[in-house]
Every structure is written in structure tokens, then in C-alpha cells.
């Protein structure tokens, strides 16, 4: 295999050095592992950067015969000379590249919210598999619906870059008996605005992944606003409601290791990539010290992932 | 160090703060971020608000929502919805907030802090309520802890705690502007902006209200002519900087300017003049939450308070000193510098602890109460530490506060608090802690002398012989909570008995020294550890919010209490300074149709202030609110009606000088 690094300056040979051994290491250690198991079958996973997550993940893929790139650090000529049976693509950046270099290569694409999976779909003309990493937003209502007898009305905004979930939350909505009120940001600074009036007329709001509405400019002004006004946040991320939403359905490394590891050995056996979905399993992130706060009695994590995952049953059986 | 170096170093400090924060901020653009990286907890555990289940002690909320459906135009009127709490006016310069009674003017036995800043003085204790640096339009919420909490907020946090907290700039975006008319002249004018730069959240309020007083509202102003207008002219500034996931950073910065007319008709000494106070603050906090069970706080505040009161008294005939007048002056200059830390650590869900440490100097000049220029400084050094503990449905608080300060060497406040919940709606609460008020500067050194002005005669009028030891109080209650969020009900009821010791009073008995030629006054006032006082009784209140629409709070408190402090006509002046009874309603109903309206009713049983203050009756009063809010787009504009003490029933609650009548007040809040 033939990697080549392109840099524009002499500072980055330290970090050259540093990828080339870490590369070095997984093909080895791949080789090493898996020589008498899955055949000649390679993966290479393109990762968006080096964030820990990522080497995480790629360590619970029981998969062992892989190399790793990061996209920071290669040409998109490498991958058309690269030698591998399936690219595994981690965060959009990476799937963008690869589209790019790759067209004729399985792919799947994982880290990748849905809305940039349609944006790089659409701009390449082209479908590929996927996880999302997002959950739908018609498990988050599932999940409110678990959690809560009594709050009917939930408030949620969009803007145009989530607009294309509202016939998903007027029909999840519908279904579950909840009252949905949609907010439509005409403009980035009304966001405030927004959540005030969602907030003075619903039970809870739901946010929706939307780098419009929710961003870490926004997070401070909306979390205390929803919090002082007592109507809980449902998150849409484990990280949004570690820094103050009420809770939230999301996605684990565990979770989208599961699948990916069932996918892989699919695609060993010869059956072809699935199309783009949701990550079929899922988590619950609870903070208990707003909950607390908000003296709202909740469930244990448990009890509400089985309240879910039943409800989730009836919904697919319906 | 003068003040303006001070002051000079202090902008110097936060603009280089700003400078700094300003340019370290990275964000992440990637929307995959949103579910990988991290974000910056922004609801930690010194943000949220500790549920009332499991506080250590009985505590009160008052929201903002609360606040404005109340319809009040100064701070202290809210705390008449507080059970156990007096709110009384001297005059309409001199608001009096006290719990438990055993107040004078200035209430020292209770704590207050606004955004973690103690603003105590000092000097005579309690705030200053009048011109305090603060704009009710930016409270967020108040949290009244009804008990000793020292191992929470410091020294002096003795009967009960006001802890205010401001709202969030990051909060308040737009224009927000208020103006409010009504009865004794009364004009507000209150002007907000709040904004965003990139990672920093600032609001700045400016304030400005004036008032003629009591005086023109009763008709025999020979009797009752008091001067008590007033002028406050007030600026705030608040910045919440997010620097990057862990830290975050906040500056406040506020002063007020204020006139206030003080005196009375037909006293010759304390005749019709004018006072002039400056007040400013400073306060830097930095946040570290290095993750979900890990917090540090280290912050730093300083306080200047300045009050030029200089006058000349009438032709003292009346008081057997004929042709002879009094320079008499009231100038005092208190500061304070605070520094502390604080880390909260959760080990596991069910154990948390607090602790942390603080350094503070309390600095005091003013020669007419010390007859001396110089300045007299109290440093004061606290370490302090509380851990919650979980054992199934029990909840175990137990804490404790050493402090040394130069006054009265150290003390130690321990507090042990058992919260156990029955079910998710029942809880029962006990606890018992120790806490100690430390005299405050005038009380140790406090030399007050009347000389007239061509130096002929002399009294020492107040004269303390220092010495004095920290009253100590005892406190023990038994509560009840009922929480049942589905229907809305909230129930809080206690059973208390606080056992107070080492009471410094004024005692008629010091002989003064032989300069002190006035003829009538043959003793000077001491200031001693005298009294004991025993305080029990029971304390409930209800919240009901059945729907968004409706709100209803009742309170009532019976309190008894003893003392050994007894008047010449056998009055029991501490034990009669408490109402036996008070109680108070507030319905709120939002009609629909933009307009929505309130009714507070308050009934206070007669009672007795320290100090100036006289025999009060009972009296009872209804407020009424109606307001018509119209939103448009992005901006609102609101319409308010007040009328304060609505049946028009003529009563006083401190002094019979100062009588409240019918008033009404018309206000009107444009955002936009």
C-alpha cells in the first residue's frame, strides 16, 4: 500500500511520522489478528480527523484487517490506487472525500447526520449506504411519550435546513396523541424569540439537530431560557443534554458498532451494503440534576428504553 | 490604595480579561460535532436551582414570573410573600426587610447576596435597599433560605438568606425599555440592551427613579411632614463569556447615584436635608466544569459604598440648648474585597461535596460615627465544606463554616440536615445548625458624639465599649414537603424553634466622659451582648399551578417568641418586634385574549420595630395588577395597571409617620 502525505510546510513531519506508525500499527496488528479469518477482505476506514472517538470505535469493529487515513493527511488520487474491499467513512468530511476519489468503491458512510448524508448524496448524484448518527425525530417523540403522561404540547422550530422533518414529526405526532407546534426561524437572530414563545405556549421542546438553530452560540441563551421558564429541553445528542437538556435518544459507539459489526460480516458473505437509515439501535442519556432541578420525576434509564423500544415495536408492527 | 487607582486597575483588569477570553474561543463548525465533540455544560450544578425537596432548610423561590404578576415598583415589597418575613418602610427611603422580626432599620440578622456578592454593609449591616445597584427588571429569581445557612453564604447568613440571582446575559437580546408613572410622583424609567459578540453575552441596564415620598399623601403636616423623596440614578453591566467547552467567564459591574431627602418637619436636629450616595461593584467569576460531576468557582468582588450627609441643624432651643446649632453629619465610606473558591465534586450519584475557601476585607471610615478619620478594617477568613449523601430514600446535608475574623477571633458553624422522602410527592425534613452574626463595625467601635457648633457643649450619644462577642443562634426545625408536578401542588410546612444568644443592644448606661457638658442626656448608649431571645412557630406555604393560566400562593406564619429584653413599661421590646400572625394570598389569572391579572392580599398581625420604628397595628392590604401584552413580530408592548393597597385602608408598618395610602401605578414595557 501506498500512502502519500501532502503538507505545505516542513512543521507537519512530527505528525507525518506519527500516522505513518499509527497506520503501520493497525495494518500489523489487522494482519496479525485476522490472517487465517475473514479471507483477504480489507477494510479502510477514512476518518474525518483524529478525534479519540474515532480510534474508539474503529477498536470495537471485531473486524481486524484495516488500515486507517485520515482525510487531513492523504490526496485524493491515494484512494483511487488503494487496494481495499470496503471503505468505511467516519464523519462527512471523509465521505466527501472519498465520493470524491472513489466512485465505483463500496462505501459506507458513518458519523454523518442525515442532513449531510442528502447534501453529499444529492451534490454527487449518487446513493451509498449509511448509519446516521442522529436518531429520528420520531423516536425522540417516542421517547417524550415514555417519559411523560401528562405533556401533550411540544414545541419545536425549524429552519430550512430541518424543514424536510416536519411531515415525520406532524404524523409521529399524530400517532402518539401529542400536540406539535412548529416555529419556523425567519431569520438566524429570532432564534431567542423562538424558543421564548415556544416556551410560553408548550409542555417541553424538542430540539432538532439544526446548526441554524442549535449551536454553541445559541446553546447558552436557549438552555437557560427553557430552564428558567420550567419546560424541559429534549435534546437530540448525548452532548446537548450533558450541557442541559432534559434528555435524549442518540446514538452510542456501542450502538453503531453493533450494526456496523453486522454489516461487515453481511458484506463478507457477499450480500450488498444496505441503503442510508437510522442506526437501528439506540441509548438514552438522562440528566437527572435538571430534572432535579425542575422537580420532574423521571424514570429510570432502563424502564424508559424498554418503554421505548416497546413502543418503537407497535410503530414498526402498525 | 485611593479609590480611583482602585477603580483604574479594576477596568484595567477586566478589559485586559475581555481582550483575552475574547480571542481563545474556538468553535467547531462540523454538524457531526453536535454528537461527538463536546459542549459546554451550560446547566451545571451551580446554575440550577436545588429542589425545594432537598434543601436543608425551608426554602422559598420567587421567580421572575412571579415578579412581574405581583405589580410592585421597589425589590423589598416582594418579600412580603415570603411566610415569616416583615417588609415595613421607615420612610420612603428606608425599606426594612427582616425575618423573624428583632429588627431596627437595618436588619443584621439575614444574609443577602446578589449573583454570589454579599452586599451587607459593613458598616450598620443589611443593605441598603433604597439605592441598591440593581434593577428588579433583571432579577431572574430570588431563593429565601428561612434558616441559618452560613455553610452555604458566609458569615452573617444568621436567621435567613436572600440569595438573588440576575438573569443570564446571554438571556435578554434586544431593546427592552419600561417606564413607570404613579402615585407620589413616581416616575421609572428603566432602559435594557443585551447582545451578542461572537462567544460574549452582555446586557447593560440603566435606571432611573424618583419619587417625592410620603409626605404630601396625609393631610396634618405638622405631625407628619416627613422629607423622603428620592432620586436613584442606576447603570449595570453584565458579560457571560463562554471561552471555550470548560470555562466560562463572567464580569459584572454596577453603581447608583441616588439623592434622598431625609428628615422631619419639626425635629431640630434631624431637620429636612439632603443625602448623597454613590455605590459601586465590581465582581469577576471564572467557571471551570471540567465534566458533569466536577466544578470550580473562584470569584472577586468589590463593593464601595459612599454617603456624604452633611447639614446644619435648626436653633436647638427646643431641646434646652438655646442659639446653639449642630454641624451634624452622617458621611461614611465602607468597601469591600472578596476572594473565594469553591469546587463541588460528585462522586457518584448519590454523594456530593462542596467546599472552598474565601479571604475578605472589610474596610469602614466615617469620622462622625468613629470620631476619628481613621479607617477601620475587618479582615475575615472562611473555609467551608458540605456533603450530600444518599442512602435509598434518605438524604443526609451535613456541613460546616470556620471563620475567623478580627472582631471576634473564630467561630465554627456546623449544620446537619436529614431530608427523607417517603414518595416521590412526601418528604419530611429535620434539621439542626449553629450559626453566628458578627457585630458589625459600627457596633464594636461606633462612637457617635453631638458637638455644637461653636464647641461649647458635647454628648456622646452613642459610645460603644467594644468587646463584643458574635450572637449565636440555634436553630431547629421539622418539615413537610408535599410535590406532587402533575397536578401542580406544592406544600411546604415547618415547625421551628431558634434559640439566639449574646443579642448586642443598646444599653442607656455608658457614663460618658467629662467632656459630655449637655445638660439633659446624663448616660451615652453602649452597645452590648445583652439579650437572648427564643423564636418558635410554624411557617406553610402553598403553591398551586394547576395550568399555565393559574397561580396561586398562599403563605401564614404564628411565631412566638420570648426574650428576656424588657422595656420600662414592661413591654417585652424584642419578643413584641415579631407579628404573631401574617399571612398572605396572591391569585394570578391569565384571561386569555392578551390580558391577564393578579391580587395580593397581605394581613400582618401588630408588632413593635427596634430602634425607630414604633408600635405597629395590624393592618391588612390588596394589590391589584391588570396587564394587556401585545406581541407583534419580535416585539412586545406591554400595559400595565397597579393599585397598592387597593381598599384605600390609611396604616402604617414601621412608624406612624410614614402612612401608606391608595397608590397607583400605570407601566408600560416596550421590547423589541
Same mark, same amino acid.
Given at each position: 500500500?501506498?500512502?502519500?502525505?501532502?503538507?505545505?510546510?516542513?512543521?507537519?513531519?512530527?505528525?507525518?511520522?506519527?500516522?505513518?506508525?499509527?497506520?503501520?500499527?493497525?495494518?500489523?496488528?489487522?494482519?496479525?489478528?485476522?490472517?487465517?479469518?475473514?479471507?483477504?477482505?480489507?477494510?479502510?476506514?477514512?476518518?474525518?480527523?483524529?478525534?479519540?472517538?474515532?480510534?474508539?470505535?474503529?477498536?470495537?469493529?471485531?473486524?481486524?484487517?484495516?488500515?486507517?487515513?485520515?482525510?487531513?493527511?492523504?490526496?485524493?488520487?491515494?484512494?483511487?490506487?488503494?487496494?481495499?474491499?470496503?471503505?468505511?467513512?467516519?464523519?462527512?468530511?471523509?465521505?466527501?472525500?472519498?465520493?470524491?476519489?472513489?466512485?465505483?468503491?463500496?462505501?459506507?458512510?458513518?458519523?454523518?447526520?442525515?442532513?449531510?448524508?442528502?447534501?453529499?448524496?444529492?451534490?454527487?448524484?449518487?446513493?451509498?449506504?449509511?448509519?446516521?448518527?442522529?436518531?429520528?425525530?420520531?423516536?425522540?417523540?417516542?421517547?417524550?411519550?415514555?417519559?411523560?403522561?401528562?405533556?401533550?404540547?411540544?414545541?419545536?422550530?425549524?429552519?430550512?435546513?430541518?424543514?424536510?422533518?416536519?411531515?415525520?414529526?406532524?404524523?409521529?405526532?399524530?400517532?402518539?396523541?401529542?400536540?406539535?407546534?412548529?416555529?419556523?426561524?425567519?431569520?438566524?437572530?429570532?432564534?431567542?424569540?423562538?424558543?421564548?414563545?415556544?416556551?410560553?405556549?408548550?409542555?417541553?421542546?424538542?430540539?432538532?439537530?439544526?446548526?441554524?438553530?442549535?449551536?454553541?452560540?445559541?446553546?447558552?441563551?436557549?438552555?437557560?431560557?427553557?430552564?428558567?421558564?420550567?419546560?424541559?429541553?429534549?435534546?437530540?445528542?448525548?452532548?446537548?443534554?450533558?450541557?442541559?437538556?432534559?434528555?435524549?435518544?442518540?446514538?452510542?459507539?456501542?450502538?453503531?458498532?453493533?450494526?456496523?459489526?453486522?454489516?461487515?460480516?453481511?458484506?463478507?458473505?457477499?450480500?450488498?451494503?444496505?441503503?442510508?437509515?437510522?442506526?437501528?439501535?439506540?441509548?438514552?442519556?438522562?440528566?437527572?440534576?435538571?430534572?432535579?432541578?425542575?422537580?420532574?420525576?423521571?424514570?429510570?434509564?432502563?424502564?424508559?428504553?424498554?418503554?421505548?423500544?416497546?413502543?418503537?415495536?407497535?410503530?414498526?408492527?402498525? | 490604595?485611593?479609590?480611583?487607582?482602585?477603580?483604574?486597575?479594576?477596568?484595567?483588569?477586566?478589559?485586559?480579561?475581555?481582550?483575552?477570553?475574547?480571542?481563545?474561543?474556538?468553535?467547531?463548525?462540523?454538524?457531526?460535532?453536535?454528537?461527538?465533540?463536546?459542549?459546554?455544560?451550560?446547566?451545571?450544578?451551580?446554575?440550577?436551582?436545588?429542589?425545594?425537596?432537598?434543601? @436543608?432548610?425551608?426554602?422559598?423561590?420567587?421567580?421572575?414570573?412571579?415578579?412581574?404578576?405581583?405589580?410592585?415598583?421597589?425589590?423589598?415589597?416582594?418579600?412580603?410573600?415570603?411566610?415569616?418575613?416583615?417588609?415595613?418602610?421607615?420612610?420612603?427611603?428606608?425599606?426594612?426587610?427582616?425575618?423573624?422580626?428583632?429588627?431596627?432599620?437595618?436588619?443584621?440578622?439575614?444574609?443577602?447576596?446578589?449573583?454570589?456578592?454579599?452586599?451587607?454593609?459593613?458598616?450598620?449591616?443589611?443593605?441598603?435597599?433604597?439605592?441598591?445597584?440593581?434593577?428588579?427588571?433583571?432579577?431572574?429569581?430570588?431563593?429565601?433560605?428561612?434558616?441559618?445557612?452560613?455553610?452555604?453564604?458566609?458569615?452573617?447568613?444568621?436567621?435567613?438568606?436572600?440569595?438573588?440571582?440576575?438573569?443570564?446575559?446571554?438571556?435578554?437580546?434586544?431593546?427592552?425599555?419600561?417606564?413607570? &408613572?404613579?402615585?407620589?410622583?413616581?416616575?421609572?424609567?428603566?432602559?435594557?440592551?443585551?447582545?451578542?459578540?461572537?462567544?460574549?453575552?452582555?446586557?447593560?441596564?440603566?435606571?432611573?427613579?424618583?419619587?417625592?415620598?410620603?409626605?404630601?399623601?396625609? #393631610?396634618? @403636616?405638622? =405631625? =407628619?411632614?416627613? #422629607?423622603?423623596?428620592?432620586?436613584?440614578?442606576?447603570?449595570?453591566?453584565?458579560?457571560?463569556?463562554?471561552?471555550?467547552?470548560?470555562?466560562?467567564?463572567?464580569?459584572?459591574?454596577?453603581?447608583?447615584?441616588?439623592?434622598?431627602?431625609?428628615?422631619?418637619?419639626?425635629?431640630?436636629?434631624?431637620?429636612?436635608?439632603?443625602?448623597?450616595?454613590?455605590?459601586?461593584?465590581?465582581?469577576?467569576?471564572?467557571?471551570?466544569?471540567?465534566?458533569?460531576?466536577?466544578?470550580?468557582?473562584?470569584?472577586?468582588?468589590?463593593?464601595?459604598? &459612599?454617603?456624604?450627609?452633611?447639614?446644619?441643624?435648626?436653633?436647638?432651643?427646643?431641646? #434646652?440648648?438655646? #442659639?446653639?446649632?449642630?454641624?451634624?453629619?452622617?458621611?461614611?465610606?465602607?468597601?469591600?474585597?472578596?476572594?473565594?473558591?469553591?469546587?463541588?465534586?460528585?462522586?457518584?450519584?448519590?454523594?456530593?461535596?462542596?467546599?472552598?475557601?474565601?479571604?475578605?476585607?472589610?474596610?469602614?471610615?466615617?469620622?462622625?460615627?468613629?470620631?476619628?478619620?481613621?479607617?477601620?478594617?475587618?479582615?475575615?477568613?472562611?473555609?467551608?465544606?458540605?456533603?450530600?449523601?444518599?442512602?435509598?430514600?434518605?438524604?443526609?446535608?451535613?456541613?460546616?463554616?470556620?471563620?475567623?475574623?478580627?472582631?471576634?477571633?473564630?467561630?465554627?458553624?456546623?449544620?446537619?440536615?436529614?431530608?427523607?422522602?417517603?414518595?416521590? &410527592?412526601?418528604?419530611?425534613?429535620?434539621?439542626?445548625?449553629?450559626?453566628?452574626?458578627?457585630?458589625?463595625?459600627?457596633?464594636?467601635?461606633?462612637?457617635?458624639?453631638?458637638?455644637?457648633?461653636?464647641?461649647?457643649?458635647?454628648?456622646?450619644?452613642?459610645?460603644?465599649?467594644?468587646?463584643?462577642? @458574635?450572637?449565636?443562634?440555634?436553630?431547629?426545625?421539622?418539615?413537610?414537603?408535599?410535590?406532587?408536578?402533575?397536578?401542580?401542588?406544592?406544600?411546604?410546612?415547618?415547625?421551628?424553634?431558634?434559640?439566639?444568644?449574646?443579642?448586642?443592644?443598646?444599653?442607656?448606661?455608658?457614663? @460618658?466622659?467629662?467632656?459630655?457638658?449637655?445638660?439633659?442626656?446624663?448616660?451615652?448608649?453602649?452597645?452590648?451582648?445583652?439579650?437572648?431571645? &427564643?423564636?418558635?412557630?410554624?411557617?406553610?406555604?402553598?403553591?398551586?399551578?394547576?395550568?399555565?393560566?393559574?397561580?396561586?400562593?398562599?403563605?401564614?406564619?404564628?411565631?412566638?417568641?420570648?426574650?428576656?429584653?424588657?422595656?420600662?413599661?414592661?413591654?417585652?421590646?424584642?419578643?413584641?418586634?415579631?407579628?404573631?400572625?401574617?399571612?398572605?394570598?396572591?391569585?394570578?389569572?391569565?384571561?386569555?385574549?392578551?390580558?391577564?391579572?393578579?391580587?395580593?392580599?397581605?394581613?400582618?398581625?401588630?408588632?413593635?420595630?427596634?430602634?425607630?420604628?414604633?408600635?405597629?397595628?395590624?393592618?391588612?392590604?390588596?394589590?391589584?395588577?391588570?396587564?394587556?401584552? =401585545?406581541?407583534?413580530?419580535?416585539?412586545?408592548?406591554?400595559?400595565?395597571?397597579?393599585?397598592?393597597?387597593?381598599?384605600?385602608?390609611?396604616?402604617?408598618?414601621?412608624?406612624?409617620?410614614?402612612?401608606?395610602?391608595?397608590?397607583?401605578?400605570?407601566?408600560?414595557?416596550?421590547?423589541?
Amino acid at each position: 500500500m501506498v500512502v502519500v502525505f501532502k503538507h505545505k510546510t516542513g512543521f507537519i513531519y512530527p505528525r507525518i511520522i506519527r500516522y505513518a506508525a499509527m497506520i503501520s500499527l493497525y495494518v500489523l496488528s489487522g494482519l496479525f489478528f485476522t490472517a487465517h479469518a475473514d479471507n483477504d477482505f480489507i477494510i479502510t476506514y477514512v476518518i474525518s480527523d483524529d478525534r479519540e472517538i474515532y480510534n474508539e470505535f474503529i477498536h470495537k469493529i471485531n473486524h481486524k484487517k484495516y488500515s486507517v487515513l485520515n482525510v487531513e493527511h492523504f490526496s485524493s488520487k491515494t484512494l483511487e490506487t488503494l487496494n481495499t474491499d470496503l471503505f468505511i467513512t467516519i464523519g462527512a468530511k471523509a465521505t466527501r472525500k472519498v465520493m470524491e476519489s472513489s466512485k465505483n468503491k463500496n462505501l459506507l458512510a458513518l458519523f454523518i447526520t442525515k442532513t449531510n448524508y442528502l447534501d453529499i448524496s444529492k451534490k454527487f448524484n449518487r446513493k451509498f449506504s449509511a448509519i446516521f448518527i442522529d436518531q429520528p425525530v420520531s423516536r425522540q417523540l417516542r421517547l417524550i411519550k415514555s417519559a411523560f403522561k401528562e405533556k401533550t404540547h411540544i414545541g419545536v422550530a425549524v429552519s430550512n435546513q430541518s424543514r424536510m422533518h416536519i411531515p415525520e414529526l406532524v404524523e409521529s405526532g399524530n400517532h402518539l396523541g401529542l400536540r406539535i407546534h412548529i416555529e419556523t426561524l425567519p431569520d438566524p437572530d429570532s432564534i431567542h424569540h423562538i424558543i421564548r414563545k415556544l416556551a410560553d405556549n408548550n409542555d417541553l421542546i424538542l430540539a432538532m439537530q439544526d446548526s441554524n438553530l442549535y449551536n454553541k452560540y445559541t446553546i447558552q441563551n436557549i438552555l437557560m431560557t427553557t430552564y428558567h421558564a420550567n419546560i424541559p429541553l429534549i435534546g437530540y445528542s448525548r452532548p446537548y443534554v450533558q450541557a442541559g437538556a432534559l434528555m435524549s435518544v442518540y446514538t452510542s459507539i456501542d450502538n453503531l458498532a453493533l450494526q456496523t459489526n453486522e454489516l461487515i460480516k453481511q458484506v463478507i458473505k457477499g450480500m450488498n451494503l444496505p441503503s442510508p437509515d437510522y442506526c437501528k439501535y439506540y441509548s438514552i442519556e438522562l440528566n437527572h440534576q435538571v430534572a432535579n432541578s425542575l422537580a420532574i420525576n423521571l424514570d429510570d434509564k432502563s424502564v424508559l428504553l424498554k418503554r421505548l423500544i416497546n413502543l418503537e415495536d407497535r410503530y414498526q408492527h402498525e | 490604595m485611593n479609590f480611583v487607582l482602585q477603580k483604574k486597575y479594576l477596568i484595567q483588569l477586566i478589559l485586559a480579561c475581555f481582550c483575552f477570553i475574547h480571542t481563545s474561543f474556538i468553535l467547531a463548525s462540523s454538524l457531526e460535532d453536535d454528537f461527538t465533540g463536546d459542549m459546554p455544560i451550560i446547566l451545571s450544578a451551580t446554575r440550577l436551582a436545588q429542589p425545594q425537596n432537598e434543601a @436543608p432548610v425551608a426554602t422559598t423561590i420567587i421567580d421572575r414570573k412571579m415578579i412581574e404578576a405581583m405589580g410592585v415598583t421597589e425589590i423589598p415589597e416582594i418579600f412580603r410573600m415570603v411566610p415569616g418575613f416583615q417588609v415595613a418602610f421607615s420612610d420612603g427611603t428606608i425599606p426594612v426587610v427582616t425575618y423573624h422580626g428583632l429588627s431596627d432599620e437595618y436588619a443584621r440578622r439575614m444574609q443577602i447576596l446578589i449573583d454570589g456578592r454579599s452586599v451587607y454593609t459593613p458598616m450598620f449591616g443589611g443593605p441598603e435597599w433604597a439605592d441598591l445597584p440593581l434593577a428588579i427588571e433583571d432579577i431572574e429569581r430570588i431563593e429565601v433560605i428561612r434558616g441559618p445557612n452560613a455553610v452555604t453564604y458566609g458569615a452573617n447568613s444568621f436567621q435567613a438568606v436572600i440569595n438573588i440571582i440576575t438573569r443570564s446575559a446571554a438571556e435578554e437580546y434586544g431593546h427592552t425599555a419600561k417606564f413607570i &408613572k404613579g402615585s407620589k410622583d413616581t416616575n421609572h424609567t428603566f432602559y435594557r440592551y443585551g447582545f451578542q459578540h461572537e462567544n460574549i453575552n452582555t446586557r447593560i441596564s440603566f435606571r432611573h427613579q424618583d419619587d417625592h415620598g410620603t409626605k404630601l399623601d396625609f #393631610g396634618d @403636616p405638622a =405631625k =407628619k411632614f416627613i #422629607g423622603d423623596s428620592k432620586m436613584v440614578n442606576m447603570f449595570t453591566l453584565r458579560s457571560d463569556i463562554q471561552i471555550d467547552n470548560k470555562n466560562s467567564f463572567e464580569v459584572h459591574l454596577g453603581g447608583t447615584d441616588s439623592w434622598m431627602e431625609k428628615g422631619t418637619g419639626d425635629h431640630s436636629y434631624r431637620n429636612f436635608h439632603k443625602k448623597h450616595s454613590q455605590r459601586h461593584y465590581q465582581l469577576l467569576r471564572w467557571r471551570n466544569i471540567s465534566s458533569t460531576n466536577s466544578e470550580t468557582t473562584i470569584q472577586f468582588f468589590h463593593n464601595f459604598n &459612599k454617603t456624604d450627609d452633611t447639614w446644619l441643624s435648626k436653633d436647638l432651643t427646643p431641646i #434646652g440648648l438655646a #442659639g446653639k446649632y449642630l454641624l451634624r453629619s452622617e458621611d461614611t465610606i465602607d468597601q469591600r474585597i472578596d476572594l473565594e473558591g469553591q469546587h463541588i465534586v460528585n462522586f457518584n450519584k448519590n454523594n456530593r461535596l462542596v467546599f472552598g475557601a474565601s479571604i475578605r476585607k472589610d474596610s469602614v471610615e466615617s469620622y462622625p460615627f468613629f470620631t476619628t478619620n481613621k479607617k477601620f478594617n475587618n479582615y475575615i477568613y472562611r473555609v467551608f465544606g458540605n456533603s450530600e449523601n444518599k442512602f435509598g430514600n434518605l438524604l443526609i446535608n451535613t456541613g460546616m463554616m470556620i471563620e475567623n475574623n478580627s472582631i471576634t477571633d473564630t467561630d465554627i458553624s456546623p449544620r446537619i440536615a436529614l431530608n427523607y422522602h417517603v414518595n416521590k &410527592k412526601h418528604t419530611l425534613r429535620t434539621s439542626i445548625s449553629r450559626a453566628y452574626r458578627n457585630p458589625v463595625v459600627f457596633e464594636e467601635f461606633g462612637d457617635h458624639r453631638y458637638v455644637t457648633t461653636d464647641g461649647s457643649t458635647t454628648n456622646f450619644n452613642i459610645w460603644a465599649s467594644g468587646g463584643l462577642r @458574635p450572637e449565636s443562634i440555634l436553630s431547629k426545625e421539622i418539615g413537610y414537603i408535599f410535590q406532587d408536578t402533575e397536578n401542580g401542588l406544592f406544600l411546604d410546612a415547618k415547625l421551628f424553634r431558634d434559640s439566639i444568644k449574646n443579642i448586642i443592644t443598646f444599653a442607656d448606661d455608658r457614663v @460618658p466622659p467629662a467632656e459630655d457638658n449637655y445638660p439633659i442626656d446624663l448616660l451615652a448608649e453602649d452597645i452590648k451582648n445583652l439579650n437572648w431571645a &427564643k423564636v418558635e412557630g410554624i411557617e406553610t406555604q402553598v403553591k398551586y399551578t394547576p395550568d399555565k393560566k393559574n397561580y396561586l400562593i398562599a403563605n401564614y406564619a404564628y411565631i412566638n417568641a420570648q426574650s428576656d429584653n424588657v422595656s420600662l413599661d414592661d413591654e417585652n421590646y424584642l419578643s413584641r418586634s415579631v407579628p404573631k400572625h401574617s399571612f398572605s394570598l396572591f391569585l394570578s389569572h391569565n384571561f386569555g385574549n392578551n390580558f391577564s391579572s393578579s391580587l395580593s392580599y397581605f394581613k400582618v398581625n401588630g408588632m413593635s420595630y427596634l430602634g425607630s420604628g414604633g408600635p405597629v397595628k395590624n393592618y391588612n392590604r390588596v394589590d391589584m395588577r391588570l396587564a394587556y401584552d =401585545k406581541r407583534r413580530g419580535n416585539s412586545n408592548i406591554k400595559t400595565e395597571l397597579f393599585v397598592h393597597n387597593m381598599l384605600g385602608h390609611q396604616y402604617y408598618d414601621y412608624e406612624e409617620a410614614a402612612e401608606h395610602v391608595r397608590q397607583i401605578f400605570v407601566k408600560f414595557t416596550l421590547k423589541f
